[in-house]
């Protein structure tokens, strides 16, 4: 599956933001589905993630409470909210052909290119 993510930008402190990710396979409602991201000079690092079925989904401390992940047909999608500046990140979509959510970028076998949010103080 080919993974293409969007939205990403330059916005301030406090503004929201809608990432997506759009997926090219007709079967992607079975894919696993993760939000990673990754600031300048350090790991990538786990954001959100559901499972193929929706029903499961698992935030980042740094994310619960402003981020909310969701899935419209073969499009994923991240909703985020009250933006810091340590939100400053590239942000990458995964997906994996297992059921389960998954926290590390090993358990992922595909990944999108990646979109630059930029949130200024």
């Known amino acids: 599956v080919q993974l293409q993510a969007s939205g990403g930008g330059l916005v301030q402190a406090g503004d929201s933001l809608r990432l997506s990710c759009a997926a090219s396979?007709?079967?992607?409602?079975?894919?696993?589905m993760g939000w990673f991201r990754q600031a300048p000079g350090k790991e990538r690092e786990f954001v959100a993630a559901?499972?193929?079925?929706?029903?499961n989904t698992y935030y980042a401390d740094s994310a619960k409470g402003r981020f909310t992940i969701s899935r419209d047909k073969n499009t994923v999608y991240l909703d985020m909210n009250s933006l810091t500046p340590e939100d400053t990140a590239v942000y990458y979509c995964?997906?994996?052909?297992?059921?389960?959510?998954?926290?590390?970028?090993?358990?992922?076998?595909?990944w999108g290119q990646g979109t630059l949010v930029t949130v200024s103080s």
């Open positions: 995964a997906a994996r052909r297992r059921a389960g959510v998954a926290v590390t970028t090993s358990s992922y076998e595909y």
């Open positions: 396979d007709r079967t992607f409602s079975l894919y696993a």
């Open positions: 559901f499972s193929w079925s929706g029903g």
